[in-house]
């Protein structure tokens, strides 16, 4: 497994690195030593390759992520896996703010706490929260799944379109056009999945309330035309 020490090595280097895997190469095990806060870590990876980052990163961490499986064995500041494509990225610590934003598929798993505007315009990514959550979570989500096992701050999920939301604490308010919703079946199904991907343990699915789009704010009603 090559290592790569950021403490004497440029940050370029790593991210030309894993851009450049030649197809075959058994090297797709990577080890990150001393990332010392560094941002854009492991960014624009596109292929299935390992990377463990030893330490906390700084903002925008595995970025546009599509394929490739990162682990962050600290914490990371904000943007971690903005615009993520597939694939899977794992925080084992804290995530600051609009952690996997706009992302559009894959697996987040963040092990301890998420900030504000977790998973904004969220448009097919899964997440999924160990801890709580800030306020403006899902802001615009459009689709996929936020899974939070702690709380969530205000205004959860406001101006929501399509991206579904399951939350087993509290949540202090919802946002606009987001309301609770039923649980049916098909939900316990997908949200045991996810948790077990996730690594999940000792937590049923039925412990856990669902929350969608009222579908009143982005659904223009003729009935209604004359208000607008």
């Known amino acids: 497994m090559p290592v790569i020490d950021l403490a004497t090595t440029p940050l370029r280097e790593l991210n030309s690195a894993l851009h450049n895997i030649q197809k075959g190469s058994n090297d797709l095990s990577y080890e990150v030593a001393n990332p010392r ?102 802001f615009m989500g459009q689709s996929g799944h936020l899974v939070v096992l702690g709380d969530a701050g205000d205004a959860l999920g406001d101006s929501l379109y399509e991206a579904k939301l399951f939350v087993r604490g509290t949540v202090k308010s919802l946002g606009a056009d987001c309301i609770e919703k039923e649980m049916r079946p098909e939900y316990l199904q997908k949200l045991a999945e996810l948790l077990e991907k996730a690594g999940v343990k000792d937590v049923r699915p039925e412990e856990f309330k669902r929350y969608g789009s009222a579908r009143k704010l982005y659904i223009f009603n003729i009935d209604n035309a004359d208000a607008y």
């Open 37 to 138: 806060g560094s941002h854009a870590v492991a960014v624009g990876v596109s292929g299935p390759v390992l990377v463990d980052v030893n330490g906390s990163v700084g903002y925008y961490c595995a970025g546009m992520n599509d394929g490739g499986t990162i682990t962050v064995h600290g914490s990371a500041g904000p943007g971690v896996a903005e615009n993520m494509m597939s694939g899977k990225v794992v925080i084992e610590g804290d995530a600051s703010q609009y952690a996997g934003a706009t992302g559009r598929g894959g697996l987040l798993v963040i092990k301890g706490n998420a900030a504000s505007r977790c998973g904004i315009s969220m448009k097919g990514i899964d997440i999924v929260v160990h801890g709580n959550i800030g306020h403006m979570s899902a």
